[in-house]
Protein backbone atom coordinates (compact mmCIF):
# COMPACT_ATOMS: atom_id res chain seq x y z
CA UNK A 1 0.00 0.00 0.00
CA UNK A 2 0.91 3.32 -0.78
CA UNK A 3 0.34 6.04 1.81
CA UNK A 4 0.74 9.85 0.57
CA UNK A 5 0.82 12.49 3.08
CA UNK A 6 0.12 16.09 2.11
CA UNK A 7 1.68 18.85 3.40
CA UNK A 8 -0.19 22.76 2.18
CA UNK A 9 1.47 25.10 4.17
CA UNK A 10 -0.76 27.67 1.87
CA UNK A 11 -4.34 26.05 2.71
CA UNK A 12 -6.95 28.35 4.23
CA UNK A 13 -7.18 27.95 8.13
CA UNK A 14 -11.06 28.25 8.10
CA UNK A 15 -13.66 28.04 5.39
CA UNK A 16 -17.59 27.63 4.96
CA UNK A 17 -18.66 24.29 4.31
CA UNK A 18 -20.96 23.94 1.33
CA UNK A 19 -24.90 23.27 2.38
CA UNK A 20 -24.60 19.89 0.39
CA UNK A 21 -21.94 18.45 2.09
CA UNK A 22 -24.03 18.98 5.59
CA UNK A 23 -27.63 17.82 4.36
CA UNK A 24 -25.88 14.60 2.87
CA UNK A 25 -24.70 13.24 -0.92
CA UNK A 26 -25.74 10.30 -2.18
CA UNK A 27 -22.54 7.78 -3.08
CA UNK A 28 -21.63 3.96 -3.08
CA UNK A 29 -19.32 2.91 0.07
CA UNK A 30 -17.21 -0.14 -0.75
CA UNK A 31 -16.75 -2.35 2.49
CA UNK A 32 -14.26 -4.96 0.16
CA UNK A 33 -12.72 -4.47 -2.54
CA UNK A 34 -9.97 -6.50 -2.78
CA UNK A 35 -11.56 -10.35 -3.24
CA UNK A 36 -15.30 -9.20 -3.58
CA UNK A 37 -17.16 -6.51 -4.18
CA UNK A 38 -19.39 -5.30 -1.11
CA UNK A 39 -20.66 -2.52 -0.36
CA UNK A 40 -23.84 -0.02 -0.33
CA UNK A 41 -25.19 3.21 -0.88
CA UNK A 42 -25.40 5.82 1.72
CA UNK A 43 -25.46 9.35 2.36
CA UNK A 44 -21.95 11.26 3.35
CA UNK A 45 -22.39 14.49 5.39
CA UNK A 46 -20.09 16.45 7.43
CA UNK A 47 -20.89 18.00 10.58
CA UNK A 48 -22.01 21.78 10.42
CA UNK A 49 -18.62 22.76 12.82
CA UNK A 50 -16.48 19.93 10.64
CA UNK A 51 -15.50 18.19 13.10
CA UNK A 52 -17.03 14.95 12.10
CA UNK A 53 -17.78 12.79 8.38
CA UNK A 54 -20.91 10.22 8.28
CA UNK A 55 -22.62 8.19 6.46
CA UNK A 56 -25.93 6.58 6.69
CA UNK A 57 -28.58 4.29 4.85
CA UNK A 58 -32.16 4.48 5.77
CA UNK A 59 -33.37 2.52 8.68
CA UNK A 60 -29.89 1.33 9.62
CA UNK A 61 -27.57 2.99 12.28
CA UNK A 62 -25.13 5.85 11.69
CA UNK A 63 -21.42 5.76 11.58
CA UNK A 64 -18.90 8.17 11.82
CA UNK A 65 -15.39 9.17 12.17
CA UNK A 66 -13.29 11.64 13.65
CA UNK A 67 -11.92 14.13 10.83
CA UNK A 68 -8.83 14.89 13.06
CA UNK A 69 -7.93 11.22 12.68
CA UNK A 70 -7.73 11.46 8.91
CA UNK A 71 -4.28 10.46 8.28
CA UNK A 72 -4.51 10.99 4.26
CA UNK A 73 -7.29 11.68 1.52
CA UNK A 74 -7.00 11.46 -2.53
CA UNK A 75 -8.87 10.84 -5.30
CA UNK A 76 -8.44 7.29 -6.21
CA UNK A 77 -9.00 4.07 -4.44
CA UNK A 78 -6.61 1.89 -1.92
CA UNK A 79 -5.59 -0.95 -3.77
CA UNK A 80 -2.63 -3.04 -3.10
CA UNK A 81 0.13 -2.28 -5.76
CA UNK A 82 0.56 -6.45 -6.44
CA UNK A 83 -2.95 -6.68 -7.79
CA UNK A 84 -3.47 -3.21 -8.41
CA UNK A 85 -4.05 -3.56 -12.50
CA UNK A 86 -6.18 -6.87 -11.87
CA UNK A 87 -8.58 -5.45 -9.40
CA UNK A 88 -8.61 -2.28 -11.37
CA UNK A 89 -10.25 -3.84 -14.54
CA UNK A 90 -12.33 -6.05 -12.80
CA UNK A 91 -13.61 -3.00 -11.04
CA UNK A 92 -14.12 -0.80 -13.74
CA UNK A 93 -16.35 -3.34 -14.95
CA UNK A 94 -18.65 -3.84 -11.92
CA UNK A 95 -18.85 -0.51 -11.54
CA UNK A 96 -20.00 0.25 -15.28
CA UNK A 97 -22.45 -2.81 -14.74
CA UNK A 98 -24.24 -2.14 -11.74
CA UNK A 99 -24.18 2.25 -11.55
CA UNK A 100 -24.93 2.09 -14.95
CA UNK A 101 -28.73 3.21 -14.31
CA UNK A 102 -28.31 5.28 -11.17
CA UNK A 103 -24.79 6.72 -11.80
CA UNK A 104 -23.18 9.17 -14.03
CA UNK A 105 -19.92 7.04 -13.06
CA UNK A 106 -19.94 4.40 -15.04
CA UNK A 107 -18.72 6.79 -18.14
CA UNK A 108 -15.96 7.40 -15.99
CA UNK A 109 -12.58 6.35 -15.23
CA UNK A 110 -12.33 4.08 -11.78
CA UNK A 111 -9.83 7.11 -10.55
CA UNK A 112 -11.28 10.06 -11.23
CA UNK A 113 -14.57 9.14 -8.95
CA UNK A 114 -12.83 7.81 -5.95
CA UNK A 115 -11.86 9.24 -3.31
CA UNK A 116 -10.23 7.12 -0.27
CA UNK A 117 -9.60 8.08 3.15
CA UNK A 118 -6.75 6.72 5.55
CA UNK A 119 -8.01 7.15 9.34
CA UNK A 120 -6.73 6.15 11.85
CA UNK A 121 -5.15 7.08 15.26
CA UNK A 122 -2.25 5.02 14.16
CA UNK A 123 -0.60 6.66 11.38
CA UNK A 124 1.48 3.45 10.59
CA UNK A 125 -1.67 1.21 9.78
CA UNK A 126 -4.25 3.18 9.26
CA UNK A 127 -7.88 1.67 8.05
CA UNK A 128 -9.02 2.68 4.53
CA UNK A 129 -12.56 4.14 3.90
CA UNK A 130 -13.37 4.11 0.15
CA UNK A 131 -16.52 5.98 -1.62
CA UNK A 132 -17.46 6.15 -5.54
CA UNK A 133 -18.78 9.23 -6.35
CA UNK A 134 -21.48 10.19 -9.16
CA UNK A 135 -19.03 12.26 -11.14
CA UNK A 136 -15.14 13.21 -10.63
CA UNK A 137 -15.55 16.89 -9.24
CA UNK A 138 -17.72 15.83 -6.15
CA UNK A 139 -14.63 13.56 -5.69
CA UNK A 140 -12.19 16.32 -6.10
CA UNK A 141 -14.53 18.88 -4.06
CA UNK A 142 -14.69 16.18 -1.14
CA UNK A 143 -10.40 15.34 -0.96
CA UNK A 144 -9.91 19.29 -0.98
CA UNK A 145 -12.06 19.70 2.13
CA UNK A 146 -11.79 16.97 4.00
CA UNK A 147 -7.85 18.17 3.37
CA UNK A 148 -8.04 21.16 4.75
CA UNK A 149 -10.36 20.17 7.38
CA UNK A 150 -8.02 17.78 8.63
CA UNK A 151 -5.17 19.43 8.61
CA UNK A 152 -6.41 22.59 10.47
CA UNK A 153 -8.12 20.24 13.29
CA UNK A 154 -4.75 18.42 13.88
CA UNK A 155 -3.48 21.91 14.62
CA UNK A 156 -6.59 23.26 16.81
CA UNK A 157 -6.77 19.96 19.05
CA UNK A 158 -3.13 21.09 20.01
CA UNK A 159 -3.90 24.50 21.26
CA UNK A 160 -8.03 24.35 21.71
CA UNK A 161 -7.24 22.31 25.32
CA UNK A 162 -9.51 19.74 26.26
CA UNK A 163 -12.95 21.42 25.37
CA UNK A 164 -12.11 20.35 21.84
CA UNK A 165 -12.38 16.66 22.45
CA UNK A 166 -15.92 16.82 24.46
CA UNK A 167 -16.92 19.44 21.73
CA UNK A 168 -16.34 16.53 19.01
CA UNK A 169 -17.73 13.56 21.19
CA UNK A 170 -20.98 15.52 21.30
CA UNK A 171 -20.66 16.67 17.73
CA UNK A 172 -20.61 12.58 17.05
CA UNK A 173 -23.55 12.00 19.44
CA UNK A 174 -25.62 14.23 17.56
CA UNK A 175 -24.31 12.75 14.18
CA UNK A 176 -25.54 9.67 14.71
CA UNK A 177 -28.27 9.35 17.14
CA UNK A 178 -30.97 10.57 14.29
CA UNK A 179 -34.19 13.09 15.04
CA UNK A 180 -35.47 10.96 17.94
CA UNK A 181 -32.35 12.68 20.40
CA UNK A 182 -29.99 10.32 22.14
CA UNK A 183 -29.85 8.88 26.08
CA UNK A 184 -26.66 8.48 28.31
CA UNK A 185 -26.43 4.81 26.92
CA UNK A 186 -25.67 6.50 23.54
CA UNK A 187 -22.82 8.46 24.97
CA UNK A 188 -21.41 5.20 26.70
CA UNK A 189 -21.60 4.03 23.29
CA UNK A 190 -19.07 6.87 21.87
CA UNK A 191 -16.98 6.34 24.31
CA UNK A 192 -16.32 2.37 25.11
CA UNK A 193 -16.54 -0.54 23.05
CA UNK A 194 -19.38 -3.06 24.32
CA UNK A 195 -17.25 -5.31 26.20
CA UNK A 196 -15.87 -3.06 28.25
CA UNK A 197 -19.29 -3.65 30.46
CA UNK A 198 -17.82 -2.21 33.92
CA UNK A 199 -16.66 1.13 32.41
CA UNK A 200 -19.39 1.18 30.78
CA UNK A 201 -21.68 0.90 33.25
CA UNK A 202 -19.69 3.17 36.08
CA UNK A 203 -20.15 6.34 33.56
CA UNK A 204 -23.82 5.58 32.87
CA UNK A 205 -24.82 5.91 36.12
CA UNK A 206 -22.52 9.25 36.66
CA UNK A 207 -24.95 10.55 33.44
CA UNK A 208 -28.02 9.10 34.88
CA UNK A 209 -27.55 10.86 37.96
CA UNK A 210 -28.26 14.29 35.74
CA UNK A 211 -32.13 15.26 35.59
CA UNK A 212 -31.73 15.40 31.86
CA UNK A 213 -30.73 11.77 31.64
CA UNK A 214 -32.80 9.95 34.49
CA UNK A 215 -35.15 7.20 33.96
CA UNK A 216 -33.66 6.73 30.25
CA UNK A 217 -34.42 10.23 29.03
CA UNK A 218 -33.39 11.32 25.39
CA UNK A 219 -31.69 14.79 24.51
CA UNK A 220 -32.88 16.11 21.47
CA UNK A 221 -29.64 17.54 18.81
CA UNK A 222 -31.29 21.02 19.55
CA UNK A 223 -30.59 20.49 23.44
CA UNK A 224 -27.04 20.04 23.59
CA UNK A 225 -25.31 23.40 24.78
CA UNK A 226 -22.81 24.47 26.65
CA UNK A 227 -24.65 23.71 30.14
CA UNK A 228 -25.10 20.11 29.00
CA UNK A 229 -20.79 19.53 28.10
CA UNK A 230 -20.53 21.00 31.50
CA UNK A 231 -22.97 19.10 33.47
CA UNK A 232 -21.57 16.25 31.57
CA UNK A 233 -17.88 16.60 31.93
CA UNK A 234 -17.97 17.13 36.45
CA UNK A 235 -20.15 14.24 36.14
CA UNK A 236 -18.14 11.47 34.22
CA UNK A 237 -14.87 12.85 35.89
CA UNK A 238 -16.62 13.64 39.58
CA UNK A 239 -15.35 17.10 39.24
CA UNK A 240 -18.54 18.42 40.63
CA UNK A 241 -16.17 21.38 42.68
CA UNK A 242 -15.54 23.20 39.48
CA UNK A 243 -19.41 24.33 39.84
CA UNK A 244 -18.16 25.81 42.93
CA UNK A 245 -15.40 27.19 41.18
CA UNK A 246 -17.71 28.66 38.39
CA UNK A 247 -19.91 30.18 40.82
CA UNK A 248 -17.21 31.81 42.66
CA UNK A 249 -15.55 33.40 39.64
CA UNK A 250 -19.03 34.32 37.63
CA UNK A 251 -21.43 34.49 40.08
CA UNK A 252 -23.99 31.81 38.22
CA UNK A 253 -23.98 28.27 37.72
CA UNK A 254 -25.88 28.67 34.13
CA UNK A 255 -22.26 27.87 31.48
CA UNK A 256 -23.91 29.25 28.36
CA UNK A 257 -24.33 32.88 30.49
CA UNK A 258 -20.71 33.09 29.86
CA UNK A 259 -19.67 36.19 28.20
CA UNK A 260 -15.92 35.12 27.62
CA UNK A 261 -14.59 32.21 24.93
CA UNK A 262 -16.11 29.10 25.63
CA UNK A 263 -12.89 27.08 25.74
CA UNK A 264 -10.27 29.36 27.80
CA UNK A 265 -13.49 29.14 30.48
CA UNK A 266 -13.64 25.40 29.96
CA UNK A 267 -9.88 25.13 30.60
CA UNK A 268 -9.93 27.16 33.29
CA UNK A 269 -11.99 24.29 35.20
CA UNK A 270 -9.93 21.55 33.59
CA UNK A 271 -6.61 22.87 35.32
CA UNK A 272 -7.96 24.66 38.00
Keep these: MSLRIHRCEDLPTKSPIPSHKISGERVYKFDNLSDQFEGRFVYISLSTNGLVFYWKQPEKATESIYVDEIIDVFVGCCIDTTKQKDVQKRVDAHVRRIFADSFTVAACT??????TMMVGTDSVNPSPLIFLTDTDESAKA?????????MRLSRDCITSGCFYYWERLFTKVVCTCGDSGF????IVDALFPVKNKEDRKDIENSLRSLDIFEDGK???????????????????????????IYKEKYGFLEYSKCAVSLRPVFCFFIYY
Excluded: H, M
Design 110 to 115: INSCFF
Design 142 to 150: WVTKLRRLS
Design 183 to 186: TAND
Design 218 to 244: AVGPLDVDNDLIFKCYWSILERTEVKN
